[in-house]
């Protein structure tokens, strides 16, 4: 702890060196107005922008792709950091010209214009023969449809540092048994390692949203969980035991299209091999048992 700490408070003389301008600062010398429909809330806590780039951890040889770089504050502490390179995305128009103007000097960040669920991390991996960090503040629109865009990807990637709306965070980093624990739980921990790093107030962004915020990590496996006979088998299985979650997995899969076709004795007996209980609910399967049973019922 004594080195972290040591490093967070160089961290923070890095970023009194850098700007002169606090975020709300920077947000009126642009006069920029926030745009509703792209889900746009600013994180103005300089103490947390400075943990979510600390906990990126990023080294001199990394690839960045920071998800919505906004007015660049958290880029330009990354870009401090030594990172290889730093790619920018941002999809407002607006804040592309804001992110160029204040970020011209730094050799080591480029800005691109566009949106992320379409960008093509496998041409930067495959360029520079390295995985890349993502690190970003995801708008609560984008979550679910970004996270499945970063687990097709995740050959290319190495880790993410993400900001989302707490309630997907409780969900992506719970364990069986619990509220949250459903699809994205079992899918993202089948193929990454993640951690809840911090909960962030609403009183800490502006405009202020209704719900507070989380910053999760995650770290691609080099291998999945458990070794699936087919990721979209697995993948599909998970959804059909979570689609009613107080009926329990033999219902659940015994009407669900996936298994048309096949008996209930058929499922009893894959179950048993599985060493699951049919009266089970799916939440209270692990992820290696979704595995496990995934490839029985495939053979």
Do not use: W
Not at 56 to 62: E, I, N, P
């Amino acid at each position: 702890m004594p080195c972290r700490a040591g490093r967070y408070r160089e961290s923070r003389m890095l970023i009194n060196k850098r700007s002169n301008m606090t975020p709300r600062e920077i947000l009126q010398h642009y006069a920029i107005k926030p745009r509703k429909k792209l889900g746009q809330s600013f994180l103005t806590d300089e103490d947390a922008i400075q943990k979510i780039a600390l906990t990126a951890d990023v080294q001199k040889d990394d690839i960045i792709v920071e998800i919505g770089s906004g007015i660049g504050v958290l880029t330009e502490y990354l870009a401090q950091n030594d990172a290889a390179q730093i790619i920018a995305v941002e999809l407002d128009d607006n804040l592309v010209n804001v992110l160029k103007d204040r970020l011209s000097s730094y050799q080591n960040i480029r800005v691109h214009h566009g949106n992320i669920l379409n960008y093509d991390f496998q041409s930067i991996a495959g360029a520079e023969h390295r995985k890349i960090k993502i690190v970003g503040n995801i708008p609560y629109n984008i979550s679910s449809p970004l996270l499945f865009h970063l687990l097709s990807c995740r050959n290319e990637i190495h880790s993410f540092v993400l900001m989302m709306q707490k309630e997907m965070i409780d969900r992506l980093a719970a364990s069986p048994g619990t509220k949250s624990y459903g699809v994205p739980s079992v899918i993202l921990q089948m193929f990454a390692t993640v951690e809840k790093i911090l909960t962030i107030p609403a009183s800490s962004f502006h405009p202020r949203p209704k719900v507070e915020s989380s910053v999760i990590k995650g770290i691609f496996r080099q291998q999945s969980l458990i070794r699936l006979t087919s990721e979209d088998f697995f993948t599909r299985l998970v959804r059909a035991s979570f689609a009613q979650r107080r009926k329990t997995l033999m219902n659940n899969l015994k009407h669900s299209k996936l298994m048309e076709g096949c008996s209930e004795n058929f499922l009893s007996e894959s179950l048993m091999l599985a060493g699951i209980e049919g009266q089970r609910r799916g939440e209270t399967l692990s992820v290696e048992e979704f595995g496990n049973l995934s490839n029985i019922l495939q053979r």
